[in-house]
């Protein structure tokens, strides 16, 4: 197959959903993702993880893992130097409160887990109750203190909790403790790694047994002070310009050393150039067509590298990302 069948081709991909104790059934209600049970708490929909590799669903590539296509066809994506898909992109539903939790920085995988992965991480929230908060951050000042409050178990007063509403962006950052809350439904893009370090689990029990705690290794790269919730936190009102939010154009949201977010929200019609390594998009409102190919609420895509001109028609919103490469911003 050449380079010139696939890299005009949109990457339709079937999403990996996955059951968790604290999932819920709007993935399968609100999304349409066919998974059975009541407990589907995320959904994968731009993966090439090993533990949720999604697949190519239609076109010439049809039937191939994202993995494979990554490896076979690295034209399609820049021909970026990374040895993997370096994202992840997905759906949370958290019917129940997440555990307390935290995740290493690259450096420290490498070193305590094998690598090559930690995991940066940020949240577009898509739905929360009125008046939600989120558990982001800690109050201790020092690493002592860090380590007396969450031995003697003392989650109130060591724990911060910030307001949030919907359209709030957030970044998590490696060393940043955090949990959400159940009520939320959140769009998570992340380096593409599967490791996370649980502190408090709220002494819940998981086919009759307490979920492993990873209380030693959190300790260690928890960050002390936390961050202010005002590095963390970008919020809706912070995102508008005075007339409301701009409509029909790629808005950067975020961009880190791993990834860079933008929000387009389309009325009616729209256009772009394509011109980063590749990009992710994920429909999270509404319907229309992209090149002509219609999609909907939770489709998941990639356009990839040198792909050109992206027309899209309807009503909808996205969330795309990309790595932090060197392109054009104009």
Not at 294 to 306: S, T
């Amino acid at each position: 197959m050449s380079e010139n069948q696939t890299e005009k081709q949109i990457l339709f991909l079937d999403p990996v959903c996955t059951h968790n104790i604290w999932g819920g059934v709007r993935l399968k209600e609100d999304f349409g993702y066919t998974a059975y049970g009541d407990d589907i708490g995320e959904c994968w929909g731009i993966s090439a993880h090993p533990n949720g590799d999604g697949t190519v669903r239609s076109g010439a590539l049809s039937g191939k893992k994202l993995s494979e296509v990554w490896n076979e066809f690295p034209n399609l994506f820049g021909n970026l130097s990374c040895d993997r898909f370096p994202l992840l992109v997905k759906f949370i539903d958290a019917k129940e409160d997440l555990s307390i939790q935290v995740h290493p920085n690259d450096a420290y995988a490498n070193l305590h887990e094998g690598g090559p992965f930690g995991k940066t991480e940020c949240w577009y929230i898509l739905d929360c109750p009125e008046d939600a908060t989120l558990v982001i951050g800690h109050h201790a000042e020092t690493k002592e203190a860090l380590k007396t409050m969450i031995s003697e178990g003392r989650w109130k007063e060591l724990l911060r909790e910030i307001p949030v509403k919907k359209g709030d962006f957030l970044q998590i950052d490696p060393g940043t403790i955090h949990a959400i809350k159940g009520g939320f439904l959140i769009l998570e893009t992340q380096q593409s790694s599967d490791l996370t370090y649980r502190v408090y689990d709220y002494d819940r029990l998981s086919n009759g047994r307490p979920r492993k705690l990873h209380v030693e290794k959190s300790i260690d790269v928890i960050t002390v002070p936390a961050k202010p919730p005002e590095e963390i936190l970008i919020s809706t009102a912070r995102m508008e310009n005075a007339d409301g939010e701009p409509l029909n154009q790629l808005r950067l949201l975020y961009t880190c050393a791993f990834y860079r977010i933008y929000k387009l929200k389309l009325k009616e019609e729209a256009h772009f150039l394509q011109r980063y390594p590749f990009l992710n998009m994920t429909v999270t409102e509404g319907a229309g067509t992209v090149n002509g190919y219609e999609v909907k609420k939770g489709d998941n895509f990639i356009l990839p590298f040198a792909f050109g001109d992206v027309f899209l028609r309807g009503n909808m919103e996205l969330i795309a990302s990309t790595v932090n490469s060197d392109f054009r911003e104009d």
